[in-house]
């Protein structure tokens, strides 16, 4: 408290109390521009016009983050999937030179490809579904390590972290697209039917369940139909996800390693590069220990403390409390099978057949 001042008494300043703020006088809001407190309190979220201090459409009243919305993370994607592209197109290039070169097990599958010009559209689909896995991969390594504890060694901050799992998540559903786009257009192009006739063929065999019915197809197909209809829906989630609330949304959010798990299936299933036994498929099954230990320690340390397994035995939910520990044993077998299969190099892989023979097998990509 300030002993008080006569402002007729000339050169006299007051007193400076404990505590008292120096320096000038705070500036006080006109009744006609609030405060940035109040102006965030009276109206949170508005928009100002555009042109404003922070660019069209943002307000200036804003104190906190700019509002995440999914026409600012699909263009700040475009650095994400022109790498992502280009990384396809590497791959388009090694499979496309180890078909002329006689090299790739698919031919093993499918002789017929021999000429990797007629087919090259199919080259392009598997380039794709690469790609897709690759960046499926990424983004749940992402995910798991904002639910988890992070490394200190990570150079990324929270929010970059979190960005960069969006994008990589919307360019990943463009990726899976992309594959069976490319696929039903080697469908309609190999067929001799109407163009109208081959064109709903192709639709039918590319992206209605059980419509394609050719060998391991019949179950290796619907695998990845179920993973890109729920990666759409499960990934453009977050932009709505506060209509659906953020309970529902975060439950929703944890199938995305059902996807993942999917496309994995899906690609060990049918993807004639790691259709036989050998280091390229055991390659696949190894990128898997990152996956299963991230979620292990997700599991055992989650960020959330309301989602530790001691929250729910203080909480005195017995249901929550197993639910949660039955996850956790879950995640440790699932970590034990895949060093076992490491180990043993068993993992259900197909025995190549002799060099001299022709393939037996009739399954057609």
Not at 45 to 69: E, F, L, V, Y
Not at 188 to 203: C, K, N, V
Not at 279 to 304: D, E, G, H, Y
Request: hydrophobic share 45%.
């Amino acid at each position: 408290m300030q002993p008080p001042t006569d402002p007729a008494v000339p050169g006299q300043e007051p007193t400076p109390g404990p505590g008292t703020r120096t320096g000038p006088p705070p500036t006080v809001p006109s009744p006609a521009q609030p405060s940035s407190a109040l102006g965030a309190a009276s109206a949170p979220g508005a928009a100002s016009a555009p042109g404003g201090p922070g660019g069209p459409g943002t307000d200036p009243r804003r104190t906190g983050p700019p509002r995440i919305t999914l026409r600012s993370d699909l263009r700040a994607s475009l650095y994400d999937g022109l790498v992502a592209l280009a990384i396809t197109a590497v791959v388009f290039v090694v499979i496309y030179l180890r078909i002329r070169a006689k090299t790739s097990s698919t031919l093993t599958v499918m002789p017929f490809m021999a000429d990797a010009g007629a087919f090259w559209l199919y080259f392009v689909s598997q380039a794709f579904g690469w790609s897709a896995l690759l960046w499926a991969w990424g983004t749940v390594v992402l995910g798991l390590l904002m639910s988890g504890p992070r490394p200190r060694w990570l150079p990324l901050t929270g929010p970059r972290l979190e960005r960069l799992h969006r994008t990589t998540s919307l360019n990943t559903i463009a990726l899976i697209a992309a594959h069976a786009l490319f696929f039903a257009a080697e469908l309609i192009r190999h067929d001799a039917d109407s163009w109208y006739g081959r064109t709903w063929t192709a639709f039918v065999g590319t992206f209605v369940p059980g419509g394609y019915d050719s060998g391991t197809g019949a179950v290796a197909i619907p695998v990845g139909q179920a993973a890109l209809y729920l990666a759409i829906p499960l990934g453009l989630l977050f932009y709505v996800r506060h209509r659906v609330g953020p309970k529902t949304w975060r439950v929703l959010h944890r199938c995305i390693l059902v996807i993942y798990v999917l496309s994995v299936w899906h690609t060990l299933l049918y993807g004639t590069n790691v259709w036989y036994d050998g280091w390229f498929r055991t390659t696949v099954w190894l990128l898997q220990l990152p996956i299963a230990a991230l979620f292990l320690i997700r599991m055992l340390s989650p960020a959330r403390r309301s989602e530790r397994l001691a929250a729910a035995r203080a909480a005195g939910s017995r249901t929550v409390w197993a639910l949660r520990l039955t996850v956790r044993i879950t995640a440790v077998a699932v970590l034990g099978v895949l060093l076992a299969v490491l180990i043993t190099g068993r993992d259900g892989g197909r025995a190549e057949p002799p060099a001299d023979t022709t393939s037996s097998h009739t399954d057609h990509d």
